[in-house]
């Protein structure tokens, strides 16, 4: 069984009941006996009644493959190196809300060697994060109802990903950090642009996710990353096919042929308990 999920346990907490527990043959067991089983595959389904997702296992498919051209290799390292000025005491944890596919939670655990939970509500992501890393604790979960109990996180990150501030606030530590990347007004642009636009709609909503990240931290500070990826035509497509931009909508055939590279503009929000 995965090391790092059976030392998870000690930060757990039952969905359903809040109360704490532990793992008995397989399954994680809390103090009122509801019981969630660890998947062959290595993660912890601590979400009963799932409903189908919006990305779904293909989606989750692309962003592998985009991560694997290395297009956000320079967020990884960013992160890496905020991360680093934390100090990691011995009871450190790190957890990825909204982790997708694992790729930065297995990679900044395997570059800070500490404990790291990785945890997103869609299972097709969970089957792939597990096997990225057997020294991740994957859980399948809802972060509007954190499965970890409170104060247990030294660090939050949430990536391009929907945020919960009263969750992050309850699982975090007092002087714990919350990172969050939200997209910068030219993030993707060439797709966009191929789509047709509706710019100001998305860069009005980025200013409301940086508002609401300020409101819900002290200490906030806001810095952005942006550069550009060279890309074939299956990157390209791979790149279209992860973002919820695709969802429902196709592009003219050859359409992505035009392009020779996609720009990556992050926002990276970093900030403090208030
Ligand atoms: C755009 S993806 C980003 C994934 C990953 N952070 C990355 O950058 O590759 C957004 C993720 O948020 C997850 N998500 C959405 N709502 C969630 C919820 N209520 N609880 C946990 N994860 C959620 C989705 O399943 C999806 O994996
Ligand atoms: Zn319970």
């Known amino acids: 069984m995965n090391e790092s999920l059976l030392s998870s346990a000690r930060i ?73 000025f934390t100090p990691f005491s011995p009871d450190f944890c790190l957890v990825d809300a909204g982790c997708g596919e694992g790729y930065y939670a297995a990679r900044l655990q395997s570059a800070l060697r500490v404990p790291v939970v990785g945890l997103d509500i869609e299972r097709d992501a969970l089957k792939l994060a597990a096997k990225r890393s057997q020294t991740v604790a994957w859980l399948v979960a809802d972060l509007s109802n954190l ?11 949430n990536l391009l990903s929907p945020a919960n501030y009263g969750e992050f606030a309850r699982i975090l530590r007092p002087d714990g950090l919350l990172a969050k990347v939200i997209p910068g007004e030219s993030y993707l642009i060439e797709l966009r642009e191929l789509l047709g636009g509706r710019l100001r709609g998305e860069s009005a909503a980025g200013v409301e996710a940086e508002m609401l990240f300020r409101q819900n931290t002290s200490d906030c500070r806001v810095e952005e990353l942006d550069y550009r990826v060279a890309v ?28 020779d590279s996609i720009r990556i503009h992050l926002k990276i929000l970093t900030g403090r308990q208030p």
């Not at 074939?232 to 392009?259: K, V």
């Open 12 to 84: 757990l907490r039952c969905p359903l009941c809040h109360c704490g527990g532990s793992f008995h043959s397989g399954s994680f067991i809390c103090e009122h006996r509801h019981c969630f089983d660890l998947a062959s595959a290595g993660y912890l389904n601590l979400v009963p009644q799932q409903r189908p997702g919006k990305y779904g296992k293909s989606s989750f498919q692309s962003r592998a493959f985009v991560f694997s051209a290395g297009a956000y290799l320079p967020l990884v390292k960013r992160l890496a190196e905020i991360l680093s």
């Open 147 to 157: 499965p970890l109990k409170d104060q247990s996180a030294s660090a939050v990150l």
């Open 232 to 259: 074939s035509e299956t990157l390209a497509a791979h790149f279209f096919a992860m973002t919820p931009l695709s969802f429902g909508r196709e592009l003219s055939p050859g359409a992505l042929r035009s392009l």
